[in-house]
C-alpha cells in the first residue's frame, strides 16, 4: 500500500507540473508528455526522480532537463516551476521533556543541562527549548530533513539526561521527537498562553486587607 501511495503521489506531482505548462503555453497535455514526462520515465524510472534531480544542488549528477528536445525557453520555465513545487519544505520536530532536579544545585543544574542540549543544534537546524510549565519543557528544531532532525533531538536529550543525571536530577521523555503539524504547534502555543496568563492572575492576587 505504501509504495503504491508513493507511485501516485509521484506521479500526481510530475501530472501537475505538466498540466501548469500546457495551461501556461497553451499546449496540448499529452504533447508534454512525450517530449518531457514519457523520457525522463524511460531514462530515471520516474519523472518525479528526474524532477528533483534536476534541481539538486549536487552539480556532479548532470541536469536530467537538458537532453529533453524542447526549446530552451521551455526548459526554463519547467525548471522554475519544478522548484517552486518540488524544493524541499522545512519540518518541526518536536518533543517533550521533564526535567526536575532536588538536589542542591537545583534549578541551576536545569538550566546547565538544557543549554548543554541547545548546544547539539547547528546553523541549520537550531534546538530551540521553551518552557510548558515546570517541569515540562519543549524542545523542537526545524529541518529539511525528517530523520535528521529527530535524531537530533534524541542527541540533545541525550545530552540534557547525561548532565542532569550527573547532577542528582532526572529526565522523563514526555512525547517522542516525532514531526508536528500546523494544527499540534497552534494548540501547544494556545496551551502555553493560557497557562501564561493563569499565571499572571496568580502573581496579581493580593491578600485581602482586614
Known amino acids: 500500500v505504501a509504495a503504491c501511495e508513493e507511485r501516485f503521489n509521484k506521479a500526481k506531482a510530475v501530472h501537475g507540473v505538466l498540466r501548469h505548462l500546457a495551461e501556461r503555453r497553451k499546449y496540448f497535455l499529452?504533447?508534454?508528455?512525450?517530449?518531457?514526462?514519457?523520457?525522463?520515465?524511460?531514462?530515471?524510472?520516474?519523472?518525479?526522480?528526474?524532477?528533483?534531480?534536476?534541481?539538486?544542488?549536487?552539480?556532479?549528477?548532470?541536469?536530467?532537463?537538458?537532453?529533453?528536445?524542447i526549446p530552451d525557453d521551455l526548459r526554463e520555465e519547467l525548471?522554475?516551476?519544478?522548484?517552486?513545487?518540488?524544493?524541499?519544505?522545512?519540518?518541526?520536530?518536536?518533543?517533550?521533556?521533564?526535567?526536575?532536579?532536588?538536589?542542591?544545585?537545583?534549578?541551576?543544574?536545569?538550566?546547565?543541562?538544557?543549554?548543554?542540549g541547545m548546544a547539539v543544534g547547528n546553523e541549520q537546524s537550531p534546538i530551540r527549548i521553551k518552557l510548558i510549565a515546570p517541569p515540562i519543557y519543549v524542545l523542537s528544531t526545524t529541518t529539511l530533513e525528517k530523520e535528521a532532525g529527530i535524531a537530533l533531538l534524541n542527541k540533545s536529550i541525550e545530552t540534557i539526561k547525561d548532565n542532569i543525571t550527573a547532577q542528582g536530577g532526572?529526565?522523563?521523555v514526555k512525547?517522542?521527537?516525532?514531526?508536528?503539524s500546523l494544527k499540534e504547534e497552534t494548540a501547544l502555543q494556545q496551551m502555553m498562553d493560557r497557562l501564561a496568563l493563569e499565571n499572571e492572575e496568580v502573581d496579581g492576587d493580593a491578600p485581602e486587607e482586614d
Open 175 to 180: 512525547m517522542e521527537p516525532k514531526a508536528v
Open 170 to 172: 532526572k529526565l522523563d
Open 79 to 116: 525548471k522554475k516551476y519544478i522548484l517552486r513545487r518540488l524544493a524541499p519544505q522545512p519540518i518541526k520536530i518536536r518533543s517533550d521533556i521533564e526535567v526536575s532536579c532536588f538536589a542542591y544545585a537545583g534549578i541551576d543544574a536545569i538550566r546547565a543541562a538544557l543549554q548543554a
Open 30 to 69: 499529452q504533447d508534454l508528455y512525450e517530449k518531457i514526462g514519457w523520457p525522463l520515465y524511460k531514462k530515471y524510472g520516474h519523472a518525479f526522480d528526474a524532477f528533483k534531480l534536476a534541481i539538486s544542488e549536487d552539480r556532479n549528477s548532470g541536469d536530467p532537463l537538458a537532453d529533453l528536445d
